[in-house]
């Protein structure tokens, strides 16, 4: 038992990356925001009734999956031949379990199929065709055409990156691979229940004209998605890096071998260990005891809470 049982918190993120407040209208602002209250209320309605801290990051996810203005299920990024490789991943912490699918391209929900690899195939992660042969044989998951996942914004951001990415490759002394906060979005939550027991989960369409059958960290248990019986974490950024630094799981250990703060676990390896490295991002993470914290490297990202005190709130700068 800890000090917040019978309470719970929920967060989650919508991306983290460059995000000008310059650039957005007042419309976006009002959308993006009311899209992550969504995922609140959707997770809230678990929570509040006694429900796992498992049914509610998943809850929270697909309502951000199914928000268009989110890189993940509906919105998500295009690859470079124009089509979308879908990614995701969920972990309950008191149980370890796990389940992750990568690179899927007819799941309307990826999150939903990272749960039914979890609890209905003796895996943790399954890929592409396979994993699309697996959801086959699951009811609860339901298919759609590669194209339903298409938004004219997101086609737009891929013909800019494909003009970028020429452009740098002619001009001597700029380096095409310098990704730095230019294409990223995710979703992700994590919650506390009243029971005391973490979860989280995230979701994305990875990198916008990634290639090669590009994986990022989100579906990685440990580098995007972790959770354990005092500490869950969410990440966003440029996920080569999440998965050099371990960024999920280190954060957790740090918590539990150093008996670091959540917040200096948080702050620690956002800002300094994928900072270091050159790489981009931020992460959301809750403790067994209702702590919260949201670091970011970034200018921007999209985020929202549910504190143990019941304090609610929204925000996508810094100052928010
Ligand atoms: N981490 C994700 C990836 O690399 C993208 C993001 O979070 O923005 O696929």
């Not at 979701?203 to 990685?220: A, E, I, Y």
């Not at 670091?260 to 991002?281: M, S, Y």
Request: proline share 3%; hydrophobic share 40%; with cysteine.
């Amino acid at each position: 038992m800890n000090g917040t049982s019978g309470r719970f918190a929920l967060v989650v993120h919508g991306g983290a990356g460059v995000i000008e407040r310059e650039d957005m209208s007042a419309e976006d602002e009002r959308d993006i925001l009311a899209s992550l209250e969504d995922a609140l209320d959707a997770g809230h309605a678990v929570l509040s009734t006694g429900g796992s801290a498992l049914d509610a990051v998943q809850a929270a996810v697909v309502a951000l999956e199914e928000a268009p203005r989110f890189n993940a299920g509906r919105g998500s990024v295009y690859t470079a031949d124009g089509t979308h490789e879908l990614d995701a991943s969920i972990m309950e912490g008191h149980t370890r379990r796990a389940g992750a699918v990568a690179g899927v391209a007819t799941i309307r929900n990826p999150v939903r199929l990272a749960r039914e690899v979890m609890e209905h195939s003796p895996h943790v992660m399954l890929i592409g065709a396979g994993a699309e042969r697996f959801a086959d044989t699951r009811d609860a998951v339901e298919r759609v055409p590669n194209a339903w996942f298409d938004t004219p914004a997101r086609f737009a951001q891929l013909q800019q990156a494909q003009a970028r990415e020429r452009a740098a490759a002619e001009a001597p002394g700029q380096d095409p691979a310098d990704l730095k906060g230019k294409y990223f979005g995710t979703v992700g939550a994590v919650a506390l229940d009243v029971h005391g027991h973490l979860a989280a989960a995230t979701s994305t369409g990875g990198m916008t004209n990634k290639q090669w059958g590009r994986v990022g960290d989100s579906p990685l248990i440990g580098a995007g998605t972790w959770a354990d019986d005092r500490c869950a974490v969410s990440g966003t950024g440029w996920g080569e890096f999440y998965i050099r630094n371990a960024v999920a799981h280190d954060i957790c250990a740090r918590v539990a071998y150093r008996g670091d703060t959540l917040q200096a676990a948080a702050d620690e390896v956002i800002w300094r260990r994928v900072g270091e490295l050159g790489g981009d991002g931020g992460a959301i993470a809750l403790d067994r005891d209702g702590h919260i914290a949201m670091p970011f490297n970034t200018s921007g990202m999209y985020r929202a809470w549910i504190g143990v005190d019941g304090d609610r709130g929204a925000a996508i700068f810094r100052e928010g």
